[in-house]
T-cell receptor, first 114, second 113 residues
């Protein structure tokens, strides 16, 4: 069975600073994908970034980067230059390469202070 | 604009009534999914469909039913057998039938009293 752990229930970050959201995972599958989603107060889940288990490079998408450490089974999200609009819940999730189910962590609430 | 629509955004029902939540996508995605989210928690998979006229149970399918008569539509019925139906329901789709990123609709918040 797959499991995702997000140990930070909530955190504050100053506007324009970087923030790192922790995510560790547990799986016995050799091939899998890791995702980060943002959920603002409106409720919609917004896809941010994807990392495949065999990808050699860490994924980046604009201000988002994924610090993938396969041996440690961690997939931390780094948001650079935080903006007020980054205030939201952030979920780490994973999927088997041949699977259909996204397994989600419990989420981390980020509040960006002006 | 391509995307996933769910309606309505808020839905109220009396206990004992069945209710159907709609989900439509115009992304031409093959796979569609229904997730449930309870307050302060991540999402859990209810049902998914990889192709028209076929669907599979997820982790918490009891008390729910789905249909997939058209590629773009995947409605979810919350039946009276669902013991705790009040929740936030999110529909998603993906272009790949396995392993790919899933894109979500805006969600429907169902309250049953």
């Amino acid at each position: 069975a797959q499991k995702i752990t997000q140990t930070q229930p909530g955190m504050f970050v100053q506007e324009k600073e970087a923030v790192t959201l922790d995510c560790t995972y547990d799986t016995s599958d050799p091939s899998y994908g890791l995702f980060w989603y943002k959920q603002p107060s409106s409720g919609e889940m917004i896809f941010l970034i994807y990392q495949g288990s065999y990808d050699q490079q860490n994924a980046t998408e604009g201000r988002y980067s994924l610090n993938f450490q396969k041996a440690r089974k961690s997939a931390n999200l780094v948001i650079s230059a935080s903006q007020l609009g980054d205030s939201a819940m952030y979920f780490c999730a994973m999927i088997k390469a041949a699977g259909n189910k996204l397994t989600f962590g419990g989420g981390t609430r980020v509040l960006v202070k002006p | 604009d391509g995307g996933i629509t769910q309606s309505p955004k808020y839905l109220f029902r009396k206990e004992g009534q069945n209710v159907t939540l709609s989900c439509e996508q115009n992304l031409n995605h093959d796979a569609m999914y229904w997730y449930r989210q309870d307050p302060g928690q991540g999402l859990r998979l209810i049902y998914y469909s990889q192709i028209v006229n076929d669907f599979q149970k997820g982790d918490i399918a009891e008390g729910y039913s789905v249909s997939r008569e058209k590629k773009e539509s995947f409605p979810l019925t919350v039946t009276s057998a669902q013991k705790n139906p009040t929740a936030f329901y999110l529909c998603a789709s993906s272009i790949r039938t396995s392993g790919g990123e899933q894109y979500f609709g805006p969600g429907t918040r169902l309250t049953v009293t």
